[in-house]
């Protein structure tokens, strides 16, 4: 670039539009060491994680302190560089995280004698709601209903059949077990809870058939209600899982589930196609999924989805898509995806090659800070355009995205490619920040104000 050539970042210094403010980080900057749940395969118990954390010392063996004096010289501390996370760990800690204690049992049913009975029918006769039954090594089968606990000796060597005709206003909960057998949800106030177990058996969704009168014509409708709760920590679901609303941390599950509210959900993986629906101001983190169709629905709040893994299902480059008002951030995607939501912010977007537009067509109001490596975007049009032309850059800390095809020069080394990046598309966007560098640390944190960033 010739001397009397300004590039565009001198000529904005020059009309005084960069700010004073300074590059670094949403208030939560994630670095992430999470526990994930054993592998798919796995069926015998696995010890209880471990804590790497180092305790605090005591008051009493707090080495002793004095204050400096006239002639000491303070020492300069290093500060350290900021960290991001970006997706889940690369290396998935295959330990079971810690679980809610078992409770103790009021009642100890055991085959050989041993217990309060042998035969789980006759501690069900005796047992009220609330109360613990434990069951030593063995096969169960529970045929009726109610609000009981169930402790196993372990997902190998305990293993119950629930054979009731339906699930109607119980709350069970199971813990250290299989479970081989449930019938479907029956009626309204279920909950099912499951704590280290292997659950074999589907869950299905409960479903009410309800009549209505319209104007003096009766009229019959089936529709989903929200009859059931499925809360869960530190298991296997081997078959499909289809509750209404879960509640479920450090949880695998094989073959998917259908539509579901997610009250709270982390730590886990899904292997297949999921559904699922945020009623705003809750939180998806820390979970891999093979293919996910994210609703924020009826929120004042943004719902927000961070630090999880989008991986290709079969048959399809779309990894994920978001409809309403979400936020997506420091999240890893192994291809494309449809994101009407309202933001993306720090997402890593690769492809190996099948992928054209990591977006085609429709863009979050907002979407800065991301790296698009492998292949390009193309914005038709914006989930909310009132201020279109600012929604792929920051301006206030002068910060767009990366685009691994716009080779451009950074002459003065500030990380900025000195000329804009004209994005394709009828909308007519351009990044006037786009970024020399995928490592996304560099330009974090962010003290510009910034709803987005969290």
Do not use: K
């Given at each position: 670039m010739a001397d009397d050539d300004r590039s565009r970042r001198q000529f904005l210094r020059a009309s005084s539009v960069l700010g004073a403010l300074g590059l670094a980080g949403c208030t939560g900057v994630l670095e992430e060491t999470t526990a994930t749940p054993p592998d798919a395969g796995e069926t015998?118990?696995?010890p209880e994680l471990v804590s790497t954390g180092t305790a605090t010392p005591t008051a009493a063996e707090q080495p002793a302190t004095t204050g400096p004096t006239e002639t000491d010289t303070p020492t300069a501390t290093a500060t350290p560089e900021p960290s991001v996370t970006i997706g889940v760990a690369e290396e998935l800690d295959r330990q079971r995280p810690d679980l809610p204690e078992q409770p103790e049992p009021d009642w100890t049913v055991a085959a050989d004698g041993s217990g309060d009975y042998e035969s789980l029918s006759e501690a069900m006769r005796i047992a009220k709601d609330g109360e613990v039954i434990e069951l030593k090594a063995g096969t169960y089968e529970i045929t009726s209903g109610g609000e009981i606990q169930f402790v196993g000796a372990g997902r190998s060597e305990t293993t119950v059949n629930v054979t009731a005709d339906g699930v109607n206003g119980s709350d069970f909960s199971f813990h250290g077990l299989t479970v081989a057998e449930m019938p479907?949800?029956?009626?309204?106030?279920?909950?099912?809870?499951?704590?280290?177990?292997?659950?074999?058996?589907?869950?299905?969704?409960?479903?009410?058939s309800r009549s209505y009168g319209v104007h003096g014509v009766r009229s019959r409708f089936v529709e989903s209600v929200n009859a059931e709760l499925l809360e869960a920590s530190g298991c296997l679901f081997e078959s499909e899982a289809s509750p209404v609303s879960m509640r479920v941390s450090d949880c695998r599950f094989e073959s998917g589930t259908k539509l579901f509210d997610a009250k709270s959900l982390e730590r886990c993986v899904f292997d297949e196609p999921v559904s699922l629906r945020l009623q705003g101001g809750e939180t998806v983190s820390d979970t891999v999924f093979t293919g996910v169709s994210v609703d924020v629905i009826n929120a004042r709040e943004s719902g927000v989805i961070t630090n999880c893994h989008f991986q290709q299902p079969d048959g399809s480059t779309e990894v994920a898509s978001f409809t309403g008002n979400g936020d997506v951030r420091y999240?890893?995607?192994?291809?494309?995806?449809?994101?009407?939501?309202?933001?993306?912010?720090?997402?890593?977007?690769?492809?190996?090659?099948?992928?054209?537009?990591f977006i085609d067509g429709r863009a979050p109001s907002e979407f800065v800070a991301n790296v698009f490596d492998g292949a390009d975007i193309r914005v038709d049009s914006l989930r909310n355009d009132f201020d279109y032309k600012t929604a792929p850059?920051?301006?206030?800390?002068?910060?767009?995205?990366y685009y691994s095809g716009h080779d451009e020069s950074d002459e003065d080394g500030d990380d900025i490619v000195d000329l804009p990046y004209p994005i394709s598309g009828e909308m007519g966007l351009t990044d006037r920040y786009p970024l020399a560098s995928k490592d996304i640390a560099r330009y974090l944190p962010v003290t510009a104000e910034c709803e987005f960033c969290g």
């Open positions: 015998t118990e696995v479907a949800v029956a009626g309204l106030n279920t909950s099912l809870r499951f704590y280290d177990c292997l659950v074999e058996t589907s869950i299905e969704a409960a479903r009410s999240c890893r995607f192994e291809g494309s995806c449809d994101p009407n939501c309202r933001s993306l912010f720090a997402n890593e977007f690769t492809a190996d090659g099948a992928v054209e537009y850059y920051l301006e206030a800390a002068e910060l767009g995205n």
